[in-house]
């Protein structure tokens, strides 16, 4: 039988610890071809975009998709699970927490990856859902003990300071300029819905590492040429979904700033047979898109807990 699992469900047991360490592993995984991934496709209609991405893991034996709306009426998300090997639908599953939290654990792989060691102050722009987690997975890989956010509403980002504060217990202040938050940060991240560059590469200091993850569309950036043309390292998750819709790396393509030789997966830098940082003064960049593969390996993951754990709703829905 399927095993239904709501939002409760996935927030009880996924914890960020966990998901910064499936996602690295997937990765890894598919830069040594035991991982498949299908790119996001968007079909629009109406008031409403449907998006779709599937995946197989062989070291999960699971194959699935991620399809989910955005309208008028916000988002709904969620993912199917099937078991590679039978054939079985395991799971079907809420996914608006399950992708918050993969798209912050990749920020994090990729920060430890990719970030000097001792970094301990992060730069964020943007305070909204996907944001916390964004900080958590970030926490979760080095000692961050000061983070300065931006975001254009005033509101929301004192609200969302004073959350992280508790949080992560460390200094978290609000700032009134995306240049504020980021000249003095090791660590940058971005994750607006911006459609025009909110970092700027003068702005960075030597060193730093950003993580730029707020876009997925081809004509959008958050991160302008100069940040580009300024890093000795550019990633990405996956460099096929890249070519597609990651603006921040289209554009600077387009204009002549950057080649697509010059861009890496980070599974590669993980098994070390791709070049990371060489030295301290590097800045780094990593273009997050989110992949299904994240979606399925953490599907699998939740479908063991929640068997383990009876945790979830038996449902005869696609049974033979």
Request: with cysteine; hydrophobic share 40%; proline share 2%.
């Amino acid at each position: 039988m399927a095993l239904l699992l709501r939002e409760a469900d996935v927030r009880a047991l996924f914890p960020m610890s966990e998901a910064v360490r499936l996602v690295r592993r997937v990765f890894e995984e598919s830069h040594r071809g035991r991982a498949v991934n299908q790119p996001r496709r968007r079909i629009k209609q109406q008031g409403c975009v449907f998006s779709s991405m599937s995946a197989g893991v062989e070291a999960d034996n699971a194959v699935g998709l991620k399809a989910y709306t955005a309208g008028r009426q916000g988002t709904a998300f969620m993912v199917a699970l099937w078991d590679s090997e039978s054939g079985r639908l395991l799971a079907l599953i809420e996914a608006d927490w399950l992708g918050r939290i993969r798209t912050g654990a990749a920020s994090g792989v990729a920060t430890d990856a990719l970030a000097r060691p001792g970094a301990r102050s992060v730069g964020i722009i943007g305070s909204g859902s996907q944001a916390r987690t964004q900080l958590e997975a970030v926490a979760a890989v080095r000692s961050i003990a000061r983070v300065s956010v931006f975001s254009r509403s005033r509101e929301r980002r004192d609200h969302f300071t004073a959350e992280m504060r508790e949080l992560l217990g460390c200094d978290v202040l609000a700032v009134e300029s995306p240049r504020a938050a980021v000249e003095e940060a090791e660590i940058v991240i971005t994750i607006t819905t911006s459609g025009t560059p909110t970092v700027l590469g003068d702005w960075l200091a030597v060193g730093t590492h950003v993580n730029a993850a707020g876009s997925n569309q081809p004509d959008r950036r958050e991160v302008d040429t100069n940040v580009v043309r300024k890093s000795s390292v550019v990633a990405v998750d996956s460099v096929e979904q890249a070519k597609v819709e990651a603006g921040d790396l289209l554009i600077p393509v387009e204009e002549g700033a950057l080649s697509w030789e010059d861009v890496t997966e980070i599974g590669g830098v993980l098994a070390g047979d791709r070049h990371g940082r060489t030295g301290d003064a590097d800045i780094t960049l990593f273009k997050s898109l989110g992949v299904a593969i994240e979606d399925v390996t953490a599907a699998r993951y939740l479908y063991e807990r929640a068997v383990a754990e009876g945790r979830g709703e038996q449902s005869s829905f696609g049974e033979r």
